[in-house]
């Protein structure tokens, strides 16, 4: 009997955000539910704006799993993640074990198929450049969201909204999608 479904429901528990104070609390599993809505339209965007060839569908599945080895390790803040390259190599280390652990809670027969949404190693690299994108989007909706509550987090993402993390040849459309989404964005807040 795998035991997968059960620790996969305990996304609801684990609490983004820690480091910081929120007007309203964020948990993984719904964080999960809006980068795969916002994964699936970058998808749609991207075949339909720069020629690419995703699966929408695919896109989102990859981001609902995107975040499943927190149910383990829980949700450690990016400013602690990235704070050097030790401790960033260790954290990765964590988390793959973590990802391989929920490998082994699937039952042999469908292994393969989880291999890619649950583990880093297996991941294809087209939808994880995206559903990165489409998470670095809805932590900066996440600051506007809290700015408009009377909270500002919005310069704490700025730079990471604007500033592109993978440059691989190819997969620029989501820099120029993120761009635009943060032009619009700080226009849209200018007219308010």
Not at 13 to 31: A, D
Not at 42 to 63: C, E, M, W, Y
Request: one cysteine or more; aromatic letters at 10%; glycine letters at 2%.
């Amino acid at each position: 009997m795998s035991h997968l479904f059960a620790h996969l429901a305990r996304m609801k528990l684990i609490q983004r955000w820690p480091l910081m104070y929120n007007v309203r609390s964020e948990n993984v599993q719904e964080h999960s539910l809006q980068v795969a809505m916002v994964a699936h339209s970058l998808a749609i965007i991207a075949n339909h704006k720069f020629g690419q060839s995703l699966s929408p569908d695919r896109a989102a599945t990859v981001a609902i799993f995107h975040d499943a080895s927190e149910i383990i390790t829980g949700d450690l803040p990016t400013p602690v993640k990235y704070f050097n390259k030790e401790i960033e190599a260790e954290y990765k280390k964590i988390e793959a074990i973590a990802e391989n652990r929920l490998l082994e809670m699937v039952p042999e027969e469908f292994k393969q198929e989880y291999a890619s949404l649950l583990t880093s190693e297996h991941a294809d690299i087209e939808y994880k450049v995206l559903v990165k994108s489409a998470d670095t989007i809805c932590a900066y909706l996440k600051c506007l969201e809290e700015d408009r509550a009377g909270y500002s987090l919005l310069t704490i993402l700025n730079d990471l909204v604007v500033e592109p993390k993978y440059s691989q040849e190819g997969f620029l459309w989501h820099f120029h999608i993120a761009h635009l989404l943060h032009a619009l964005l700080t226009l849209f807040l200018l007219l308010q």
